[in-house]
């Protein structure tokens, strides 16, 4: 019994060390992404330092340029918030903020914050020197259906700036920095927020979109759903069906649901024709978008009867259905992936059969292209048959005048207020200088819209920052 009572209390004594160091290690106070070391606050500004605490003890900050400290009491899940005066320019400091435990902030600097956001694509591709008193923070790319609280950094926080560091940020941002840097004489930080390809209503946010009535279908509709992400994907999943079977039911290779132009016994005589692969914009269909068939006779060897038989198309852009004799052996969706199917041995039969091929595309070059060697049928052990050469083909719709496809609001960067909500809102308590703004180039199918959308975005952030002439460049 007492050797049992010792292995007993031997346990629960490791136990509660377990709990001991857990506490301690929870005890200590988190901050969002933005306050790390190496960071710069903005000059004489007050600065809304924010956080948690699982102990909820007093939570106080004493700064190393007044070692002043203040002071708050987090609520009842543990959450707090900080108001701090910034002086003028100058540093590094080191902030200490317990809740009984110490978090300490080291080489913290004062001087000027620029955002440079926007869908920026170059990327600094140079050796730089090192810059200590230019300071980087890269935000990572997400998506929100609603405003968040806080945004994830792609490098751990703010890094001082070399030629390691500034690995992805745009060469713009860079040069921004590096000349107001030797102009001032002050510290510089620079938080990229930037996503290629995406226009300016993803960027801004509902309150900017609210009064645009270019705008007014997702408004209303973000609205009508609560803002509820769940109940926004399930209707934008609903329109895009709506969307995909409006191309069926408008393609002219269809009929009734039947793909009529795929039957082995539907002539082609009249079809054009056209050498495979390669992009069709390249063969004579300049700037089409839409859906193209492509029809080939082929001859199946006698000992290849009552065998699988693989086919493979070489790349395909964007969406493909793949028929032999009229029945669908496979479908693809994802862009430029290379296409490879199996003819099940049942269908296969000595003599002619027919290839046909439903090709989609929906925006830049469209078609089957590739290498000519990429393009065959084979069966294991014997030589293959090359599918390259001329094809008959026939336009079944072109997207000419139809709407764009809808796209998913969780998952597509082009959605309206979805950058905004994840990448820009998260920083609006946290004091700027200004900005830096490199967009438009996905804006201009709407260029006549732009000049408002733009206006109302500036208008809306500088209300968002409480800073109403907040340059905006």
Known sequence: NNTTNLALMKKQMILLGMLMAFCMAEAKVTLPALFTDNMVLQQKSNVIFHGHSSTKKEVIIKTGWNKHPYTTSPDKEGNWKIEVPTPSAGGPYEIIISDGEEHILQNILIGEIWLYTGECETETPIDIPSQPYIRLFQTKKEISLVPKKDLHATQEGWKECTSETITGLPAIGYFFASQLQKKL???????????????????????????????????????????????????????????????????????????????????????KTMELPGYWEDKGMKDFDGVVWFRKTIDIPRNWARKNVTINLGNIADESIVYYNGTEIGRNTKADASRYYTIPYKLVKRGKAVLTIRVTNYKSKGGIYGRPEDMKLSVKGKDPISLAGEWKYLSGLSLSGIPPVPISPESNPKYPTG???????????????????????????????????????????????QKLQMPFY
Request: aromatic share 16%.
């Open 419 to 465: 950058l905004f909500n994840a990448m820009i809102h998260p920083l609006t308590s946290f004091p700027l200088q200004g900005v830096i703004w490199y967009q438009g180039k996905s804006n201009l199918e709407s260029s006549d819209e732009y000049a408002d959308l733009f206006m109302s975005l500036i208008a809306d952030w500088r209300d968002k920052w």
């Open 185 to 271: 004489k002050v510290p510089i930080g620079i938080i990229s927020c930037t996503w290629k390809d995406t226009p300016a209503e993803a960027w801004a946010s509902y309150d900017a979109l609210e009064n645009l009535p270019s705008y007014n279908k997702e408004t209303e509709m973000l609205e009508s759903l609560g803002f509820n992400p769940e109940k926004i994907e399930a209707e934008y999943a609903r329109q895009r069906e709506e969307w995909y079977q409006a191309l069926y039911e408008h393609d002219m290779g269809w009929c009734d649901d039947h793909q009529v132009w795929a039957e082995p016994d539907y002539s082609d005589e009249n079809w």
